[in-house]
């Protein structure tokens, strides 16, 4: 079971659904309950999918959730494109939400690259 205090992720992760509720509150009123909260919703699973990784006994359920929390950053980017096209989030309010949550990207995919390899050294008996 790993540290989730320990893990940059998991901060950067928490400080873009602080960020995300943040900026998808001058949303208007009609997507409130659309747009902004698939936002809300796809944010929190990355950060949340990161803790119950942490949270189980081994690597690959680890990767599993961290492949989980890759969908929803994804999920978020996409939404992210479409809210400022929409011009729901100004261009440079979208330009920092893009790049926080393409830096998570990356560190989520360093992060399931890491513990990819971990298990193919573990299960070649390599360790």
């Avoid at 796809?42 to 690597?59: K, P, Q």
Wanted: positive net charge; without cysteine; charged residues 25%.
């Amino acid at each position: 079971m790993r540290d989730l205090r320990k893990l940059k992720v998991a901060a950067r992760a928490r400080e873009l659904v602080l960020a995300v509720y943040e900026s998808t509150e001058t949303f208007p009123i009609h997507e409130r309950f659309g747009l902004a909260a698939q936002m809300r919703r796809a944010a929190v699973s990355i950060a949340s999918n990161i803790a119950e990784g942490t949270g189980r006994g081994g690597e690959r359920e680890f990767l599993r959730f961290l492949y989980l929390a890759l969908g929803s950053a994804t999920e978020l980017a996409v939404q992210l494109e479409l809210a400022i096209a929409l011009g729901f989030i100004e261009a440079e309010t979208g330009a920092a939400l893009r790049d926080r949550t393409n830096h998570v990207q990356r560190m989520l995919n360093r992060l399931t690259g890491s513990v990819r390899r971990k298990l193919s050294a573990d299960d070649h008996g390599t360790n």
